[in-house]
């Protein structure tokens, strides 16, 4: 259960900073054991991340290429993935995207050069977050465990369908349906925040709260782009986005979502 202590930082991937830990909770995502798919075409990279996340206990699949990768994805048991970018035939951003199109598991990209980073960034990937080689393998983890833990409880909402205003919001299918049954463009992180002000309506949640849910890290850790978002949420669900009263500015600490939900 997510209750409304605010979500601690991330780190902004851009300027490198590492987050603060909070290993306990996502250490009990563990059970029962987590599947991680490395996809990795070097040898030794990729056997020595296999024997590392291994001891570290969780399960681990290896792939030396997107194809095979693939193979081991359709099986379905897969948690999460490592994925270089740089692969001989289907590289990783490919594989990143086209993965993301019909599946939830977490997905980190791994770059082995700065022009990756421009790539991951500039795309719409889908990744969850990514490392830069070398990368230090302890990181690794705290963003391996940092990314179970959110797609835990993500995938562990019990709930699928929620009413307000006549609206239809699906959360697993990500989907948002105005009154006369049509689909509301939203984007993933718009679809985040908006799983969060739904899910604690009538209560206060704080602008840390719900970018702490925002997993698209191209938004960086600015409390502002909160705003942001949710200035775009209600040009698409309120009557006069200018006066609304759905998603309420409550000053100086964040937003409450007014509408019953049913
Ligand atoms: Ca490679």
Known sequence: MWHE???PECENLLTGKIFSSWFPQALSMHQPQTQILIVEDEPVSRSSLVIYLESQGFA???????????????????????????????????????????????????SGRDED????????IGADDYVCKPFNRRELLARIKNLLYRTGQANHA?????????????????RLEDPDGNTVPLTRAEFEVLFCLV???GQVVTRDALMGRVTHRQYGTNPRTVDVLV???RAKIEPDPAQPMLICTVHGEGYSFTPRVT
């Open 5 to 7: 202590q605010a979500m």
């Open 60 to 110: 681990v699949s290896e792939a030396e290429s997107a194809e095979a990768a693939e193979t081991i994805l359709s099986q379905g048991a897969i948690d999460l993935m490592l994925v270089d970018v740089n692969l001989p035939g289907k590289d990783g951003l490919r594989l990143a995207r086209e993965q993301r199109a019909i599946s939830d598991i977490g997905i980190i990209l791994v």
């Open 117 to 124: 980073v421009d790539r991951i960034v500039g795309l719409e």
């Open 158 to 174: 019990q709930r699928q369908l929620y009413r307000f205003e006549r609206f239809t919001f699906d959360s697993r299918a990500r």
């Open 199 to 201: 899910t604690h309506a």
């Open 231 to 233: 200035r775009r949420l």
